[in-house]
């Protein structure tokens, strides 16, 4: 997978913010959804790759395309990269013109992405300055201890990003009763996990459950900046233990680290759909658009972000 790989793949996440982009608001999740895998899929075969999608919209009969297993790419002859995916992270922000939904791709080498069964896992994301202070099987108290000491700060200049859920009424009282500052977003915890390796976005921590494929694409991210994950999955049933098992799984308690759940050279972009803290959103006039987008390579530890300007055809897209 080399540099100009990885410029590619923004094109793919721009055409998916893009079309989900001109749906913002309209109070449609499933049409918002639908437009971006739609583009995004169509974006894949222009790819220069042998791609095995192996996180992306549900079992094939459960999802028209992108689904877990299906090709992409050019195919043979082409690099055999493993795909994460989300063409929409944050439905339901586009849908409600909230913000901080985006277009998201992570890239690795065959095999080397954890296939992640849909349930839930407990995350812990910090930038890089952090790396190395988290553990999962520590309190939340102890582990905001840990993250204020590796980062020279008290703990009440600590803002902890959870997700606003009932299932977080716990850990929100115990972040707060330690002095921490709360953030709490209603989804997007890829772009949060993200958001802890760039001081400017305000957010040194993300814990608590989301989705466990999200986790897989956050972990891809933040080897690529030097950050640190952690996740555990968490099933919710016997279906899922079944499942997980079925999928390869066999230690259900297991704690894996970053590298576990994105091994060897990973890449990942990522652009704005609704404007946020990590990336803006898209803007458009006439017969064109406005896009920001990031991309990075753990090979390099490079960082580049795309502000890139599109000539639409309005009655196409």
């Given amino acids: 997978m ?6 590619e793949v923004v094109r793919v996440t721009e055409l998916a913010a893009i079309a989900s982009a001109r749906l913002m608001g309209r109070g449609n999740n499933h049409e918002s959804d639908r437009a971006a895998v739609d583009a995004m899929r169509r974006a894949f075969d222009e790819l220069t790759i042998d791609g095995t999608v192996v996180i ?29 995916l989300d063409p929409l992270e944050g ?27 849909d349930t839930y896992m407990d995350k812990l994301a ?36 959870i997700m606003d859920r009932p299932r977080h009424q716990a850990l929100i009282a115990e972040v707060r009763a330690v002095g921490a500052r ?15 390796c760039f001081e400017e976005s305000g957010i040194d921590v993300v814990m608590g459950q989301g ?18 994950f952690q996740g555990r999955l968490k099933f919710r049933n016997d279906e899922e233990i079944a499942r997980a098992r079925r999928m390869g799984i ?12 994105a091994q060897g050279d990973v890449m990942f972009a990522a652009t704005g759909v609704t404007g946020g803290d990590f990336l803006k959103g898209v803007r458009f006039w006439a017969h064109g658009a406005e896009t920001h987008s990031i991309v990075m390579r753990s090979k390099t530890g490079t960082v580049r972000r795309v502000h890139a300007t599109h000539r639409l055809d309005m009655k196409a897209m």
């Fill in 91 to 117: 439905t339901t922000l586009c849908a409600s013109g909230k913000p901080g939904a985006i277009a998201v791709v992570a890239l690795a080498n065959r095999g080397c992405l954890l296939n992640a069964p």
């Fill in 56 to 84: 992306g919209e549900g079992e094939r009969d459960e999802a028209p395309m992108l689904y877990i297993g299906e090709k992409v790419g050019k195919g043979a002859g082409f690099p055999a990269v493993d795909i994460a």
């Fill in 250 to 261: 066999t230690q259900l308690d297991r704690v894996y680290r970053a590298d576990e759940l």
């Fill in 182 to 196: 709360v953030q709490l977003i209603d989804e997007g915890d890829v772009a949060a996990c993200v958001a802890t």
């Fill in 2 to 7: 080399d540099r100009n790989l990885a410029l």
């Fill in 211 to 228: 989705g466990a494929p999200e986790g897989v694409i956050s972990a891809a991210a933040l080897r690529c900046v030097g950050g640190d």
């Fill in 126 to 161: 910090v930038g890089p300055r952090a790396k190395g202070a988290i553990d999962l099987t520590r309190t939340p108290a102890e582990n905001l201890q840990r993250i204020a000491q590796a980062l020279g700060r008290e703990l009440a200049e600590l803002t902890v990003c």
